[in-house]
């Protein structure tokens, strides 16, 4: 919150610093994009007026600012200018503009490659005339077609262009989709699927912005070459966004410092005396807060050296009963004189807000007593409680926490000057040799600990909030156990004080505490206390020469690299990869939250946002269906059954069962026990009620399209709803409201529609494979039908696709886990019917997990009660079907497809068990941000169940990893 105001000082003093532009000195950049003659005086006083507001604002904004969202300010703020430069042409030059059409296209080009038409991907596909020749006289072969076939949206690897499998369907269609709207980029699509060289070194180099400010002079002649080099600077932005987003990040740091300069890439830094001259009795001074970050002990320095004490300062954490308290200290702060008041986490005191901002905006009125040596202090996480008013007015500085193995470490032992470990705890000898190097091994994990929440669920599946204090905790349980036992290290005990006390206190999440558990083993082992122990695969990380000095030890962190290898958390290559898009996405996300309406009209003229909204609307009500299951009548079918005249729904022809079979018993009547377990079945139950549930989504979805379509005509009043609903269509979301009646998902609108459908179209399958079993075995109970004889394809296990006018359940062969709302109840069912076939508890009853593999020989035998499930991915691994077990993945690909499992149900007690470290204990989530609310079981919502997988590696290898598996992905 910055206020007008604010803005309007800063304004008038950058007009008062400003002088002729003689006196700037060191300000080449400026004097060369300064476009005027030496005599032209006021171009230039202006040009130096404009630079220095920019850095003014930037200045004043800066410092409360956090880390991750200061080059997001820094990038608003050059593309600001830029934009600003086409259309006022200001005395300050800058290496190329922006227009409105690039800023947006720049912003939304996944949200718009959406809507491009039919006619636009056949015009830039990327294909020549002989290539089109070419394919339409192999279209007779099926092969040939394929090869510039688009894939699938539910493919993993999406090979789009031959020779090019790291380009996805997402990416191709950016690239038509701007091939199409910017000239530079005409010749993309051709250049991508003719010259795999330019474009295999774009996809593997480090750096590709500075890459492409030069020509790409490799590869043949013949070879159609994408000069890039003639792209501006933005330009390089947006193709960077499309093809290497792991990569914007550093673009845009590289964009801001070629255009304003490398100070508004960097925060200055935190300087209590700077921000305490800055303020006055009129101004608090507000820290904000980051979990695990505390200013106090600085500003009780600060107040030490400014004053030689810190009696002048009144320090109170705000809480319940404390807001008395402070508006006392204030008071007094008042008549004592020459005081100090801070007031600590005013987030947890809101109904004290109100009264709190009465008291600074009396600071400001007329006649106001307030003693020019007061200051007010105050801290407060980021809550709409604190006064916007008083966010305004006062001076903001965010604290937090160092990013960064080697920032943390520097931290931890004072290279700061404010560490948690000192030098008397340090150079404690009554704790024997092994002290410094278990202090070392705690640091470093606790380091790892925090920084391991970058990477997302694959690090942590909830982000934990580890502080300060759970360090200083360990180390108290540390230096307790080796006073009490010495060189003698009791491991077991300190793996589980530091594990499931320290740490594993603040994990809620099972499958978090195994991985946080494994991770203390890494750094509390014996093998540890010897120097040059590497941590990682790499030996970047390792244990410290014996009997180092605290500084030595400084010394010693700050050789560290800057930039952290992700082996020292135990991740994969591509872990960082998916960290670092991630990471671009936020602020890509960050910069769209605060924009303004984007019309539609800036990329196409013939069609409004309403026009856009409106087609795909018509387009959904169009395809998705009414509900899971349509009666009609068909009298002229060939079916026995469809002779009767009409098909019913699932739930009807249950009904109609219930009451034959009733009918049958008051009649003293014998019923075949499978018409009876068909009516009892707990699959059927289960079907039914994921029937119910889709039927309740399609009904809501199909209304809330109908009212937006016609309060798009204009014929109704546009609710909140309807509008919320409009603007998510607009932005390819799914609206807030049809998420609150489906199931978990991550897709944006168009894939989760997709999804929808299949899903439909699944249990409508498998429903109507249900119906006809169940008028099967009635007519069959009736006698109208005859057994199956011994050889038919009954006798097949389950699992089978069987045909034919005999009594048999006719299953899917494979159950599709993903398409339910619901997958742990379609597997409890599974052990359900198990355990009543066996008359015995479902507690007793476990899955066996068998990997169906392309030379599998695997079989189900007649009588088994387990199925096939498919459709499953792996998070952060690949399945080898060659050797049957886990490997890692392949560069650049994190997720990959899981062939068919069997899943088994058999008596615990019968369990094999399997030879140890051989297999590992794979979770099963819904979605890939793999946490949810926590359940009565200790699991999340999103988890489904867990997986035994083979493996050649260590199972710790994988829970390092995060290796899990999902029943989908986002796209």
Known sequence: QFSLSGFQRLFVSSIDISTAPSSVEGSGRVKSRCSTASDDVFDAHLAQMIVRLTETVFSVVSPALFSNHLLTFSFMLCSSILRANLRYKLAVSYDGDITDTEWVIFLQ?????????????????????????????????????????????????????????????????????????????????????????????????????????????????????????????????????????????????????????????????????????????????????????????????????????TLHIDMISLGRGQAPKAEQLIQKAQILKNRWVYL??????????????????????????????????????????????????????????????????????????????????????????????????????????????????????????????????????????????????????????????????????????????????????????????????????????????????????????????????????????????????????????????????????????????????????????????????????????????????????????????????????????????LMSSAMVTFLRQEIDRFNKLLTYITTTLTSLRVAINGETVMSDSLEACYNAILHQKVPEQWRRHSYESCKPLGAWITDLIQRVDFISMWSDRVVATAERYELYDRQELKPPSPNSSASQGPGTDTGGETCEWKQPRAYWLPAFFFPQGFLTAILQTHARLLSISIDTVTFQYNVQNSESTFTVRHGDSGVFVSGLFIDGARWNTGQGALEESKPGFRYSRVPEIYFKPVKADECVPSEEGTRYECPLYRTSRRAGSLTSTGHSTNFVTSVSLPTDTHPDHWVTRGVALLCQLDH
């Open 109 to 309: 080009s996944d949200v718009l490659a959406k809507l491009m038409d039919a006619d636009t991907r056949r015009r830039y596909d990327g294909l020549t005339a002989l290539d089109k020749l070419d394919l339409v006289t192999s279209s007779s072969t099926s092969t040939n077609e394929s090869e510039f076939k688009r894939p699938a949206a539910a493919v993993v690897s999406e090979v789009v262009i031959a020779g090019v499998d790291w380009i996805t369907e997402t990416m191709w269609e950016q690239c038509q989709f701007v091939s199409s709207e910017l000239s530079q980029f005409e010749s993309l699509c051709c250049c991508i699927r003719h010259n795999n060289q330019q474009w295999a070194l774009f996809s593997e180099v480090d750096d590709p912005y500075q890459l492409m400010t030069t020509s790409y002079t490799g590869g043949q002649e013949s070879d159609m070459v994408f000069p890039w080099e003639q792209l501006s600077p933005f330009l390089r932005l947006v193709l960077i966004k499309i093809l290497r987003a792991d990569k914007l990040t550093l673009a845009i740091r590289e964009f801001v410092c070629h255009q304003l300069g490398d100070r508004f890439i960097s925060a200055a830094s935190f300087d209590l005396k700077q921000i305490y001259e800055q303020a006055n009795a009129f101004t608090p001074i507000i820290f904000i807060l980051s979990p695990g970050s505390d200013p106090s002990s600085s500003v009780m320095r600060f107040a030490r050296e400014e004053r030689g004490s």
């Open 344 to 677: 600590q986490n005013c987030h947890l005191a809101a109904s004290f807000m109100p009264r709190l901002q009465e008291i600074v905006e009396s600071f400001s009125k007329p006649g106001a007593d307030v003693d020019p040596q007061f200051r007010l202090w105050l801290s407060s996480k980021p809550d709409p409680c604190f006064p916007a008013s008083i966010l305004q007015t006062g001076l903001k500085v965010t604290v937090e926490q160092p990013r960064g193995l080697k920032p943390i470490l520097q931290r931890t032992f004072g290279a700061t000057g404010s560490g948690v470990v000192t030098d008397t705890l340090y150079d404690d000898d009554t704790l024997g040799t092994n002290w410094k190097m278990l202090l070392y091994s705690l640091s470093l994990f606790n380091a790892v600990v925090v920084e391991r929440a970058k990477y997302g669920a694959l690090g942590w599946n909830i982000p934990y909030e580890f502080t300060v204090s759970d360090l200083e905790v360990s180390l108290m349980q540390l230096h307790m156990l080796l006073s009490d036992h010495g060189d003698d290290i009791p491991w077991p005990a300190l793996l589980y004080l530091t594990g499931e006390v320290a740490y594993g206190g603040r994990v809620t999440d099972a499958w978090d505490r195994r991985c946080l558990n494994k991770l203390v083993a890494r750094f509390y082992q014996p093998e540890s206390l010897m120097p040059g122990f590497m941590f990682d695969v790499n030996g970047v990380y390792k244990s410290p020469p014996l009997d180092c000095t605290l500084a030595e030890i400084n010394s010693f962190v700050s050789t560290l690299p800057t930039s952290d290898h992700p082996e020292v958390f135990g991740m994969h290559h591509n872990a960082e990869k998916a960290f670092l898009q991630r990471e671009a996405m936020d602020i890509l996300t960050t910069i769209l939250t605060i924009q303004p309406r984007m019309s539609q009209d800036l990329i196409r003229s013939d069609q409004s946002s309403e026009d856009v909204v409106q087609s795909v609307v018509t387009d959904m009500i169009t395809r998705l269906p009414a509900c899971v299951e349509d009666e009609i009548v068909d009298p002229d079918s060939l079916d026995p059954i469809r002779k009767m005249g009409r098909k019913l729904g699932l739930p009807r022809v249950i009904s109609k069962l219930v009451r034959y079979v009733r009918s049958q018993q008051m009649k003293q009547l014998t019923v075949s026990p499978e018409l009876v377990s």
